[in-house]
């Protein structure tokens, strides 16, 4: 694929490269995927327009551009790419992944949509996805995922997610993220582990490594763990459903292991994964996870 100047994804990544403007070589979509953050990111903070480009030694490289007060012309920053029109910015740039967690009932949904506005107030170019789904095939495997008449093993399970996962990775959140954008995604690898690697019994470990082929080794920068007695999740998620899908319909057991995991997988990463009390009210949760997000918004 040549050229990688990207218009801006939409809420559920969808993205179109734009086309050839930049006239710079760019690796194929499978080996952004892979990468994990192996790619250096060279540029600013407008991530409407990036590329990847080679360099001398042949490392893949990220740029993005922004029109900016401070000219660099790109050769400074990247080599042989220099962008069709607009100059580049001195800002350092790096996408970052920020992940929700918590079972069921815990505040997810409100939480993401409070802390995309409040980020995007701040000028930051977020992107809200959702797991699993957030583009077409993986929304496909959500349904057949959460259909009650549909009958799944755990091993097939673990696998569907996975495999949803790897598409929204190499599809939206890789791109995404190349281009310097922040993505905010309502789970990710952790769930696997609490639901099929604890709440299945299939074991963390197993989960965990069949996840990291699908990811590439994609970690997130910060995960935020809405933490609620699990009780209390349940009578939340039933009052506000109107019929309970194949995983809502679980024991509470099911749910006690999937709680106990993820306490577990957060005691573990205390750098990376934030527990946020999802006892308190909206505002508080929102304050509580803008306050999880230290070291990385100002
Ligand atoms: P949401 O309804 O929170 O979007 O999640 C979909 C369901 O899929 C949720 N069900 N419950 N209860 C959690 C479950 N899930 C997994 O079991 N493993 C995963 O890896 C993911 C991403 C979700």
Redesign the pocket.
């Known amino acids: 694929m040549r050229s990688g100047v990207r218009s801006r994804p939409c809420a559920l990544g969808v993205w179109r490269p734009r086309g050839q403007q930049l006239g710079c070589e760019r690796s194929g979509g499978s080996a952004l995927a892979g990468s994990g953050r192996a790619m250096e990111q060279v540029g600013v903070g407008w991530a409407t327009a990036g590329l990847e480009c080679r360099s001398d030694h042949g490392a893949r490289v990220g740029v993005a551009f922004e029109l900016d007060d401070h000219d660099v012309d790109a050769s400074d920053v990247g080599g042989a790419c220099r962008p069709a029109n607009g100059r580049l910015s001195s800002r350092a740039l790096r996408g970052r992944l920020i992940t929700i967690e918590g ?2 009932g815990a505040g ?2 409100t939480l993401a949509a409070a802390l995309r506005d409040s980020l995007e107030q701040r000028g930051l170019d977020i992107h809200l996805l ?4 957030g583009v077409d095939a993986s929304e496909r495997v ?1 349904e057949l ?2 259909d009650p008449d549909v009958r799944i093993g755990a091993r097939a ?2 696998l569907l ?2 495999a ?2 790897a598409q929204l990775v190499e599809e939206a959140l890789q791109p995404l993220l190349d281009a310097g954008s922040w993505v905010l995604l ?4 952790d ?2 582990l ?3 690697g604890a ?1 299945r019994d299939l074991g963390v470990d197993q989960v965990r490594t069949i996840n990291r082929f699908a990811t590439g080794g994609l970690d997130p920068d910060r995960t935020l763990l809405l933490q609620l007695d699990p009780a209390v999740a349940r009578a939340r ?1 039933r009052a506000r459903l109107e019929g309970l ?1 194949r ?2 319909s ?1 024991a509470d057991d099911f ?1 006690s292991r ?1 709680d106990r995991a993820y306490r577990e997988l957060a005691a573990a990463d205390p750098a990376r994964i934030r527990v946020i009390d999802a006892g308190a009210g909206p505002e508080s949760v929102l304050a509580a996870a803008l306050g999880a997000l230290e070291g990385l918004i100002d």
Not at 130 to 133: A, F, H, S
Not at 186 to 189: T, Y
């Open positions: 079972i069921d997810k949904t959702r797991e699993p789904g959500r995922v959460k399970e673990a997610y996975a949803a996962r309502d789970r990710f690898v769930s696997s609490a639901y099929q709440g998620s899908d995983l809502e679980e749910f999937t």
